[in-house]
């Protein structure tokens, strides 16, 4: 097997026109023997190793269905719009048999043929009509939809507003489904998941595959073994997808569907539940407007939203309970209609029947600015090891898996058993034919960038430690002076908006005599579109907060200085980190090295990442806070970063990056 690979890891490598790297060569054999021996596999894979081929080949010379999801668009797009197409030709005549792959998203990512060719819009369409300017984008829609050949995919249809998205599509708890739909046959979804099936490498998201973990129910294609990419960011999204939320939109919605298609004595009193809920949450946003101190965690639910969400549970109970005993409806469309409706009335049920009884394991918060109401749980780490872990090997892979130089913390989050034993309050088994989730290989390949050679760490002690009120008057001097230095190119990242917003006001004032744009992010700004104006302007420097702190790619003169305002802990206020750090410490042990500290070293990780993209990059990493020198936990912080050459003299790195720039623009880029 091992040889196997290698000869096809060797074509794979020549078909792209790279050269063989040694981590990538032991990445893939590792790789390749978890799924020939069926065991688990943790593998930290620097920049610059390759780690996509590393387990990309092995899985398609494997031979069995290898599902791989990742936590970014961005890297499920380069996965299949680029690396399997530009190896597939070279692995087919070196193993001498055809390979496929394909993508599988969410049923809301592909357009819904039914609700488009609904005689009657739902609420969701009736906002088009109410918002005349949406219809230019609805027509461009549905000319897509009509067009030979077309995905159905969001990511392949026009640029149109989300409204109009979300009119066109459907929610998985939504759909009737394949054989009840008179559009069936013609659906996007099922013939995206259809494909799928068959093929040897199924990309898809951390998303729906936590959701299928967590419900215990397929949505994804059957597999021999999962690959994680992104793998620091699983237990995250897990979280996310499984989170509860609660809002008057929503419930309202479900509630005009209701009264529409249901028309009667159980939707009215739905629609006055949805009624008087509003109200509710809107009295209480108001409160906590007023008195910031109730806003983050709540200890319980609170009394005055307690009645109105249960009557809300009650009235849709009784309205799903209505539509589960009609069984006379034959009409596909009215089938259709109904199963949207059951799907919208069931989620809100299902939702505040949680928020009414929520367990000691989980965690409840109120947002003021959108009005909802959310429920997480503290820790998904046991219904992962138990819904995955033991069911199929699991390849694990990111290049910052470590913190402080191991692999512990993000093994545990992911439900990996190491140390000692399984969680006291575990009970977990594990049966004949499951898999053992303490039997997981760890390994660290490394990088081929050179890091002390090719960047520097600047680690200023004179500027005082940050406060709430943002960056300090001496850190906005001390980035300013480096990024004249640098000449622009530079990528400033920031824990905060407050940051943000007081780096671009200062930054206006004293760089005003020199040439250098300023690209500030803004919230709801799209990622891509900002780092690619940032790349195409070497002397422009892009300010922005923690979206920009990973996945962004800009090797070459464009970034030659990455700057970080503070080490990234997570907000006091933040409900569900804040409520894991309680615990541990309720547990005897301590929530801010168990908890806080491992957080911050994994993105202070990523965000130091950004600077060393190719082997021709060079740099400055600076980190404007000085805790990390004075403070006992910063070497736990520098040991998870790449091994940049070390220094706190700011005459030095000015001098670097000086030379840095001259040298770029003899060289004229």
């Not at 979280?239 to 809002?247: D, G, I, N, R, S």
């Not at 479900?254 to 006055?272: I, R, V």
């Not at 005055?304 to 469309?333: F, Q």
Request: charged residues 25%; contains cysteine; proline residues 5%.
């Amino acid at each position: 097997m091992i040889e196997k690979m290698r000869k096809a890891l060797d074509a794979a490598v020549e078909a792209i026109g790279g050269q063989p790297r040694e981590g990538q060569i032991e990445m893939a054999e590792a790789v390749a023997n978890a799924l020939a021996d069926r065991h688990h596999l943790l593998v930290q894979a620097g920049t610059g190793t390759g780690k996509s081929l590393a387990y990309l080949v092995p899985a398609l010379v494997h031979g069995k269905k290898v599902l791989v999801a990742t936590a970014t668009l961005a890297l499920q797009r380069q996965l299949v719009e680029r690396d399997l197409p530009r190896i597939k030709g070279a692995l087919e005549k070196e193993l001498g048999r055809e390979l496929s792959f394909a993508v599988y998203k969410g049923v809301g990512n592909y357009l819904c043929l039914q609700k488009m060719n609904s005689a009657e819009a739902d609420p969701d369409g009736e906002v088009l009509l109410e918002i005349g300017v949406l219809e230019k984008d609805a027509k461009r829609l549905r000319a897509w939809a009509t067009t030979p050949g077309i995905s159905g995919d969001r990511d392949d249809a026009p640029d149109v507003d989300r409204r109009v998205w979300y009119a066109n599509s459907v929610s998985g708890r939504e759909c009737i489904g394949k054989d009840d739909c008179a559009y069936g046959s013609q659906c996007f979804a099922v013939n995206a998941k259809a494909k799928a099936q068959t093929a040897d490498v199924v990309v898809t998201n951390h998303t729906l595959l936590a959701i299928e973990i967590v419900d215990s129910h397929p949505i994804l294609p059957e597999r021999d073994a999962v690959i994680l990419d992104e793998a620091h960011e699983f237990m995250d999204r897990t979280t996310q997808a499984v989170t509860e939320e609660l809002t008057a939109a929503r419930v309202e919605r479900a509630a005009k569907m209701a009264k529409k298609h249901l028309p009667g004595k159980a939707s009215d009193a739905f629609a006055k539940a949805a009624d008087n809920f509003a109200e509710a949450l809107n009295d209480f946003a108001a409160d906590v407007r007023n008195d910031p101190t109730k806003a983050g965690r709540l200890p319980e639910l609170p009394a005055h939203l307690e009645a109105p969400i249960r009557k809300v549970k009650e009235a849709s109970a009784a309205v799903v309970a209505l539509i589960n005993a009609d069984s006379d409806v034959i009409d596909p469309d009215s089938m259709a209609e109904r199963a949207r409706v059951k799907g919208a009335t069931n989620e809100v049920q299902q939702t505040a029947t949680k928020m009414l009884k929520p367990s000691g394991h989980q965690v409840m918060w109120f947002e003021p600015t959108y009005s909802t109401l959310y429920l997480a749980p503290l820790s998904v780490s046991q219904v992962l090891r138990a819904n995955l872990l033991t069911e199929t090997p699991v390849i694990a892979t990111s290049a910052t898996l470590s913190v402080g130089n191991s692999f512990d913390s993000i093994a545990k989050s992911i439900g990996f058993v190491v140390g000692s034993s399984i969680d006291e309050d575990s009970e977990d088994e594990f049966e004949a034919g499951e898999i053992d989730p303490a039997n997981v290989q760890m390994l660290d390949v490394g990088s081929p960038f050179d890091f002390a050679k090719q960047g520097a760490l600047y680690l200023p002690r004179h500027i005082p430690e940050p406060g709430r009120d943002g960056p300090s008057k001496e850190a906005l001097t001390e980035l300013a002076e480096l990024i004249d230095a640098a000449g622009g190119r530079t990528l400033a990242l920031f824990s905060s908006w407050r940051g943000v917003e007081m780096a671009d006001e200062y930054l206006r004032k004293v760089l005003a005599e020199l040439e250098i744009p300023i690209i500030t992010q803004k919230r709801g700004d799209s990622v891509g579109t900002l780092v690619e104006r940032f790349a195409k302007d070497p002397k422009s420097i892009l300010l922005g907060t923690i979206s920009l702190w990973q996945g962004i790619d800009v090797p070459g003169p464009a970034c030659t200085l990455v700057a970080i305002d503070r080490i990234p802990f997570p907000r006091p206020d933040e409900p569900v980190m804040s409520a894991r750090a309680a615990e541990a410490d309720a547990a005897g042990g301590s929530g801010f090295m168990q908890v806080s500290l491992p957080r911050a070293a994994l993105l202070l990780a990523q965000g130091t990442g950004r600077l060393i993209r190719s082997i021709d990059d060079r740099g400055v990493v600076a980190i404007l806070d000085s805790r990390i020198v004075t403070k006992r936990y910063g070497s736990v912080l520098l040991n998870s970063m790449p091994p940049f050459w070390r220094t706190s003299d700011g005459a030095v790195i000015r001098e670097s990056l000086k030379r840095l720039n001259k040298d770029y623009l003899e060289a004229g880029k």
